[in-house]
Each structure stands twice: as structure tokens, then as C-alpha cells.
């Protein structure tokens, strides 16, 4: 159904990201026992990433902002479709546009935001040839992400909803995101995005 993909925009909720700070509590001056120095461990260096971890980071993180994009176009017909391109490439840049333009023709509105339950890597490829024919090769990596679109509706011009009853309360999502502009770390984007709907994140 054409609603479905207007269904499917729908914006991730905030990632909140919890940093352990460390602090050393204050027991007062120490007496030392003896006159020799105490020994000092060497803190281990800090492990940098692989280029393959840092790229599934990346497109992980660019789940919610793509998701956000997507609703807020859905939302809010004032905004203008080009700002999919903040999020996407073709062909899904394309999709999305040609669906958010029909959707807002036909005078539906959405309304209600989604969360983001999960997101994770499924796998990373980085080749990349972009002279390739006939296609040219990007670094790619999979994701798979879990929405849910509960409290999202969409209703016509008289306020009546279009979203058939019953329907499940999660979408599952396979996003190939990929980097036209390796290594840029800025330049990930989706080129493709099916899913597929779901009673649960397991479903």
C-alpha cells in the first residue's frame, strides 16, 4: 500500500550516551611506610579503531538522523524534499522524495513520532572504485534496525486516519548505507532502505 512507505518515516528517538566519569574520592593525606615511592601501573593505550569498526560506528549513528530527516519531511510539508540528500543517495534518496511528494499531494499529514530500538552492523565492505562499470563501487555496510512506529498516524485533509487498524507495531529495517566520498567520515549516507513490518524487534 502507497501509505506504507509514509508509515516508514519515522524519526528515531534520541540516543542518549552514558559516559563513566572518573573520580577519585579525597581520604586525606596518605602516610607513607616506607621511604620508597608506590609502584604505578601503566594505563593500557587506548585501542583505535579499525578502519572496518569506524565505518559501522558511523553508519550505525547515521540511523537516527536518517530516520529523523525522513519523519520530519513527513511531518512538516513547508520543508523542502531536497533535504533527504542530508541522509540518502539514489536510489533511496529518490524513493523517499517521490513518496513524500505524493503523500503530501493528497493532502495526508503524519502525525506522531517513532523510537529507535536497536540498530547494529550486519556487515562492511570497503572496496571502493568509484570509475567502476557499470556501476561504481562505494564502501557499504549493512544495518539492521529495529522501529518502532506505535505512536505514528497518518490522516487526510478531514483528519481521519489511513493507516489500516491492526497493523503491527514495529518496522524492521535493512539499511545499505554506503560513502560515496571515502574516507570522508561526513559523507555516509543510505542508498537503501527496505523493511518490513513486525509484532516485536524479534519478529
Not at 572518573?22 to 621511604?35: F, I, K, L, M, V
Not at 565505518?55 to 537516527?64: D, M, S, T
Request: aromatic share 4%.
Amino acid at each position: 500500500m502507497a501509505v506504507m512507505r509514509a508509515t516508514a518515516g519515522v524519526a528515531a528517538a534520541i540516543l542518549a550516551l552514558t559516559v563513566s566519569g572518573c573520580s577519585s574520592s579525597d581520604a586525606g593525606p596518605s602516610s607513607p611506610t616506607s621511604g620508597t615511592a608506590p609502584s604505578q601501573t601503566p594505563s593500557p593505550l587506548p585501542t583505535t579503531p579499525s578502519p572496518a569498526e569506524e565505518a559501522q560506528a558511523l553508519a550505525v549513528a547515521l540511523v537516527p538522523d536518517y530516520l529523523g530527516t525522513i519523519d520530519d519531511l513527513y511531518l512538516d510539508p513547508s520543508l523542502p524534499l531536497d533535504g533527504v540528500h542530508q541522509v540518502a543517495v539514489a536510489p533511496e534518496a529518490t524513493a523517499q522524495a517521490t513518496a513524500i511528494g505524493k503523500f503530501r499531494s493528497q493532502g495526508y499529514r503524519q502525525t506522531g513520532r517513532s523510537q529507535l530500538m536497536s540498530a547494529s552492523a550486519v556487515s562492511v565492505d570497503l572496496s571502493n572504485n568509484p570509475a567502476a562499470s557499470p556501476s561504481p563501487v562505494f564502501p557499504t555496510v549493512v544495518v539492521t534496525a529495529c522501529v518502532d512506529v506505535g505512536e505514528v498516524d497518518a490522516v487526510d485533509d478531514s483528519g481521519a486516519s489511513i493507516v489500516p487498524s491492526g497493523r503491527p507495531r514495529y518496522l524492521v529495517q535493512q539499511l545499505t548505507v554506503v560513502n560515496p566520498n571515502y574516507p570522508d567520515t561526513s559523507s555516509w549516507r543510505v542508498s537503501e532502505a527496505p523493511n518490513r513490518q513486525a509484532e516485536s524487534c524479534d519478529g
